[in-house]
């Protein structure tokens, strides 16, 4: 009985390597980014001297939600374990902000964007042919590398654009981001070699964005349902 599992084990482990399998490729996605803020109904923010104050939309009565159209670029690393269990890491550029509306017709974008480090299981529960449905879940952790805010302001001769380049406060600003992904998404094989897959999955925060409240009277989260087209590459 003992040698029978020891030839078992044996013909198990060497039987690993020939399935487990490294695959790398890179995708694209819009990301919609959904800032969670704790604030009163009209809060303000102060630019050139003025104090303009935001029309904001309050959800249950205690948070508002505001939704930015962003983008992300995804260089993304998959190791496969079997034909079921896979582990998904890589990097993750993304462009994160929203827009605001103010009672005076000013419009404010802020943009930010973060470099992102995944750590997720994937689990295939459909294949057929070609064809593969999976679900993939774990953590993952951001750095906020850059900040631009740029401004919309009606004036008496027209729309006045004004960019600016934030400035970094170590004592304000949350530079790292820890949160948990999750999301679902469908896989076509061409081959061996070759795999494109689309995925939607939702990016949740764990930290917010800044240490102590801005102006604005929020501490915001940056939480974003992420839609993703993309191409592996086995190697």
Avoid at 25 to 37: H, K, L, N, T
Avoid at 77 to 95: A, C, M, T
Avoid at 134 to 161: E, Q, R
Wanted: aromatic share 20%.
């Amino acid at each position: 009985m003992g040698k029978t599992m020891l030839l078992f084990t044996i013909a198990t482990l060497l039987s690993l390597p020939s399935f487990a399998q490294w695959s790398v490729g890179g995708s694209v996605g819009a990301m919609f980014d959904r800032p969670f803020m704790n604030q009163n109904k009209y809060d303000y923010f102060y630019y050139s001297g003025c104090i303009v104050f935001i029309r904001s939309v309050t959800v249950n009565n205690s948070t508002d939600e505001i939704i930015g159209i962003n983008y992300q670029f995804d260089l993304p690393i998959l190791y496969q374990f079997n034909n079921r269990w896979s582990f998904v890491s890589g990097l993750s550029f993304q462009q994160k902000g929203y827009r605001m509306s103010t009672n005076g017709g000013c419009i404010v974008k802020y943009n930010d964007w973060y470099v992102s480090l995944p750590l997720m299981a994937e689990f295939s529960f459909i294949k057929w042919k070609h064809n593969e449905f999976f679900v993939d879940a774990g953590p993952y952790i951001a750095y906020w590398c850059d900040s631009y805010h740029k401004y919309l302001v009606p004036t008496m001769n027209g729309i006045h654009k004004d960019i600016e380049k934030k400035e970094f406060n170590n004592d304000i600003d949350n530079r790292y981001e820890c949160g948990l992904i999750g999301g679902v998404g469908y896989k076509h094989y061409f081959g061996t070699r070759w795999t494109c897959f689309a995925k939607a999955s939702y990016q949740y925060a764990l930290t917010k964005q800044f240490k102590v409240p801005q102006t604005l009277g929020f501490l915001s989260r940056n939480n974003a349902f992420v839609f993703q087209l993309g191409l592996l590459y086995n190697l």
